[in-house]
């Protein structure tokens, strides 16, 4: 028991010590939002979820657009909850295309480990 707590703390600490190394002011505990959403880092974590969405079968061909919305918690790494635009790129008029989602991914620096957690759609108002 005593080792597993001493293994949680540890991996916490390094945690904190990655992002501290890439420059970014992570807090512990709770959802803090994204200061600068079109940090070249965070806009990376949108692109890969995209990207790990868009390797399931038979989904819609979605390219990065902006981002709405963006907040992190550490907790055993970083995690991203972020809510992106993206648009269909099999559709001509991007911005007819234009829908949000949120995809939260969770982000271990040190270990170079990303991994989708969550990708969903967010309903348009008024449907």
Not at 81 to 107: H, M, Q
């Amino acid at each position: 028991m005593r080792s597993n707590c001493l293994l949680a703390l540890v991996a916490l600490v390094l945690a904190l010590v990655a992002c501290a190394a890439d420059g970014r002011d992570v807090k512990v505990g709770g959802w803090q939002p994204v200061g600068d959403l079109s940090d070249p880092h965070v806009v990376e974590i949108a692109k890969f979820a995209l990207s790990e969405f868009r390797s399931e079968p038979v989904q819609n061909k979605l390219v990065y657009y902006n981002m709405a919305k963006g907040e992190t918690m550490v907790e055993s790494g970083v995690r991203y909850r972020l809510v992106i635009g993206a648009t269909n790129e099999t559709i001509p008029d991007p911005l007819f295309s234009l829908n949000y989602y949120e995809g939260v991914v969770l982000e271990k620096a040190w270990k170079h480990f990303r991994q989708l957690l969550s990708f969903a759609a967010i309903p348009k108002e008024g449907n």
